[in-house]
């Protein structure tokens, strides 16, 4: 009698050690409303596999990429699932850092926009799910416009967006004629600006790889920049990036905003958005020439190599970034809420369509960006908003906190410019790219 106890308690025992036999996942994510939604709806996924617990880091964007790029470059293992863009994606699985996405008929991979798919993939593998993509697009209030005057061209120029923003700036009524980035960083200040300096006819490094900042192009863009900031923005610009000036512009403090299409859903959601009904959407602003005048980029999942739960984490991956996932967001929080950017059937579902009014602009900005000619000069790297090389995350980021400072008065353009430049070029010589 005692046997058969001893036996029935080492079962229950084994059973219930099988029972919390679970799987952490742990996931690093940055903290925008589309992956801040992600963790919400995560029950979904947990109660549909309930050996899959998940964990979520989540960190502002600058100190994400510094987490994940140091995390996977030592391979740490600290995560599981990453949150990673289309610069890392292609150099990283070049290094073979990433586990290629292991799709199948029912994730559909033809689903995904050709411009995005491409942006992450290396080898024709696709390395990175897209969670959600996004061109740059200007977002502006038509009420202030109309008011004025100023009918808005469906692409205008960044001379039109100057014009309009000295007739609609009301400091004093807390209303700015425009807001822009200003946050240091290479995927900061640095992408909207690197978008600037193309369509004034400029690029990051000629044919020879030398980097060509101390420029024409890039002081007349970078003055423009600076000039139509002190005039017409909002004060403390320099420490704005994409959150801060979303909370500006929904609050009705901004005029307008150029910057990543993903906003239009939120700025023209009335539970966000005091001014949802007052916005009007048009493609990013042109100079001398239309070319990378809107940026390309994708949030994106990705699997480290060094994660341990590959099975797992592919599981998550594929079910957050599939077409369930983007009809449980419309079923939970309505279609205009949901990540756009990445699939065609999106686009084609006519309930999006309805409750999107931003969709065709947002649409054609991506369809519209091309990462492989975005120079008027003839450049030697991939990117519209960056330069696809591993110095370019070094470089950009010194570059970005010279433009900081020139924005908020420390020194000037040509003094940014001139440090920008020796600094670029002493990486790449160090790298090895010219002598």
């Not at 307008?256 to 048009?282: E, G, R």
């Not at 077409?323 to 809420?337: M, P």
Request: with cysteine.
């Amino acid at each position: 009698m005692k046997r058969f106890l001893k036996t029935g308690l080492m079962l229950a025992m084994l059973g219930a050690g099988l029972a919390h036999a679970e799987t952490e996942l742990v996931i690093a994510t940055v903290n925008n409303d589309h992956m801040i939604e992600m963790q919400k709806l995560g029950h979904f996924f947990e109660e549909a596999h309930p050996d899959i617990k998940l964990k979520w880091v989540t960190l502002e964007e600058g100190t994400l990429r510094q987490r994940v790029t140091t995390d996977i470059a030592t391979k740490g293992g600290q995560f599981d699932v990453m949150t990673i863009g289309m610069y890392e994606t292609p150099i990283w699985a070049k290094k073979g850092w990433l586990k290629p996405i292991a799709t199948d008929a029912a994730y559909d991979v033809d689903d995904l926009l050709p411009a995005i798919r491409d942006g992450l993939s290396a080898d024709s593998k696709l390395y990175a799910s897209p969670f959600y993509g996004e061109s740059s697009m200007l977002m502006y209030r038509k009420d202030l416009a109309d008011k004025v005057g100023f009918k808005m061209p469906d692409q205008p120029t960044w001379v039109q967006v100057k014009e309009l923003a000295s007739k609609i700036n009301d400091p004093k009524n807390g209303v700015y004629g425009i807001c822009l980035r200003g946050k240091p960083g290479w995927g900061d200040n640095m992408a909207l600006l690197t978008t600037m300096v193309n369509t004034w006819g400029g690029q990051w490094f000629d044919m020879a790889w030398k980097p060509q900042i101390d420029s024409k192009p890039w002081h007349e863009a970078v003055s423009f920049y600076v000039d139509i900031m002190k005039n017409y923005g909002p004060p403390g610009a320099s420490a704005n990036s994409f959150n801060e000036n979303l909370a500006l512009f929904n609050a009705g403090k901004c005029g307008m905003w150029v910057d990543a299409t993903i906003a239009a859903s939120f700025v023209s959601n009335p539970k966000q958005s005091k001014v949802a009904d007052q916005v009007d959407f048009a493609q990013a602003p042109t100079a001398v020439t239309p070319k990378g005048a809107n940026w390309l980029w994708a949030w994106a999942l990705a699997v480290p190599a060094s994660s341990t739960k590959n099975d797992a984490a592919q599981t998550f991956v594929k079910w957050a970034t599939s077409k369930d996932y983007i009809n449980l967001v419309a079923k939970e929080a309505g279609w205009a809420s949901v990540p756009t950017g990445t699939r065609k059937s999106t686009y084609a579902n006519p309930e999006f369509v309805k409750a999107a009014r931003f969709a065709p602009a947002e649409e054609k900005a991506i369809s519209t960006a091309n990462p492989h000619d975005s120079t008027l000069p003839k450049s030697p790297y991939v990117g519209v908003q960056f330069a696809a090389i591993p110095e370019f995350q070094a470089i950009g980021v010194a570059v970005g906190q010279q433009m900081s400072a020139a924005l908020s008065g420390k020194v000037t353009v040509d003094q940014a410019l001139k440090t920008s430049q020796t600094a670029a070029e002493r990486e790449m010589t160090k790298a090895g790219y010219y002598k």
